[in-house]
């Protein structure tokens, strides 16, 4: 009997408990029990570069030519630079070049141009200017182009490049040769490391494309009226295509 009065206070708590947490849920809502979980998966990383180079002789070369005027009204260097360029473009098509297929108006600007030397803005005549892309198929009258351009009128030649037809099976030979590469330096490494290479868990590449050629330009020789231009003397020479790739392989 006296054992059953001891635990009454016990049962009287108990039941006080809970039914405090019966009110408290209905009032705040339910108690929020989590379990948190982490795995880790450590794995080593092993990442290795590799360079593939091709050679190439160019297919196609790119040049642009052009004409600037400047004149008292719009309508004055507009006319100009339409006119000279319209024969500039006959003196193209007469060398076999496709008005519509390999050439390309790239730019065609005319702007005012401004006297402060009175303290305020004083329009005194205009400057306008056009530049042509023109894609040349046949390497070796890449300088045939360029004078029969200045001859015509255009006081602007510039930005001559050279590329090759189907450049995405040239960058397919440097990207095996890059990767083969890679893959050798990978299984050297392991061996004299002492380590096993597992799957390759990433792959990444860089180009250089075309190396550039350098600018020419016969702009200031033009517009200096020099009485006579020597023919342009431009060689494509050899291009180089350069993939770089990166593999990182799993260690085991």
Same mark, same amino acid.
């Given at each position: 009997?006296?054992?059953?009065?001891?635990?009454?206070?016990?049962?009287?708590?108990?039941?006080?408990?809970?039914?405090?947490?019966?009110?408290?849920?209905?009032?705040?809502?339910?108690?929020?029990?989590?379990?948190?979980?982490?795995?880790?998966?450590?794995?080593?990383?092993?990442?290795?570069?590799?360079?593939?180079?091709?050679?190439?002789?160019?297919?196609?070369?790119?040049?642009?030519?052009?004409?600037?005027?400047?004149?008292?009204?719009?309508?004055?260097?507009?006319?100009?630079?339409?006119?000279?360029?319209?024969?500039?473009?006959?003196?193209?098509?007469?060398?076999?070049?496709?008005?519509?297929?390999?050439?390309?108006?790239?730019?065609?600007?005319?702007?005012?141009?401004?006297?402060?030397?009175?303290?305020?803005?004083?329009?005194?005549?205009?400057?306008?200017?056009?530049?042509?892309?023109?894609?040349?198929?046949?390497?070796?009258?890449?300088?045939?182009?360029?004078?029969?351009?200045?001859?015509?009128?255009?006081?602007?030649?510039?930005?001559?490049?050279?590329?090759?037809?189907?450049?995405?099976?040239?960058?397919?030979?440097?990207?095996?040769? =890059? $990767? @083969?590469? &890679?893959?050798?330096?990978?299984?050297? *490494?392991?061996?004299?490391? %002492?380590?096993?290479?597992?799957? #390759? !868990?990433?792959?990444?590449?860089?180009?250089?494309?075309?190396?550039?050629?350098?600018?020419?330009?016969?702009?200031? =020789? $033009? @517009?200096? &009226?020099?009485?006579?231009?020597?023919? *342009?003397?431009?060689?494509? %020479?050899?291009?180089?295509?350069? #993939? !770089?790739?990166?593999?990182?392989?799993?260690?085991?």
């Amino acid at each position: 009997m006296k054992q059953v009065k001891m635990m009454v206070p016990y049962f009287i708590a108990v039941v006080f408990f809970f039914v405090g947490l019966f009110v408290y849920t209905r009032v705040a809502g339910p108690v929020a029990l989590s379990v948190n979980s982490n795995v880790t998966n450590q794995s080593d990383i092993f990442t290795v570069s590799g360079e593939g180079k091709v050679e190439v002789k160019p297919e196609v070369a790119y040049v642009r030519v052009g004409m600037e005027s400047n004149g008292s009204s719009v309508s004055q260097v507009q006319a100009e630079i339409d006119r000279v360029m319209e024969r500039v473009i006959g003196s193209l098509e007469g060398l076999g070049i496709d008005r519509e297929k390999e050439m390309e108006t790239v730019s065609y600007s005319i702007n005012p141009m401004f006297d402060w030397s009175s303290g305020r803005q004083r329009i005194t005549g205009y400057s306008a200017s056009t530049q042509l892309k023109v894609k040349v198929r046949e390497i070796d009258r890449v300088n045939e182009v360029v004078d029969a351009a200045v001859e015509s009128g255009a006081n602007q030649v510039g930005g001559v490049s050279f590329d090759v037809e189907d450049r995405e099976k040239i960058e397919e030979e440097a990207r095996k040769e =890059a $990767v @083969e590469q &890679a893959k050798r330096k990978a299984e050297a *490494a392991a061996k004299a490391a %002492g380590f096993r290479l597992g799957r #390759i !868990v990433n792959y990444s590449e860089g180009s250089n494309g075309v190396t550039p050629q350098p600018m020419y330009d016969r702009a200031m =020789a $033009v @517009e200096e &009226a020099v009485p006579e231009l020597s023919s *342009a003397k431009i060689q494509p %020479g050899v291009e180089e295509i350069e #993939i !770089v790739v990166s593999l990182s392989y799993q260690i085991e």
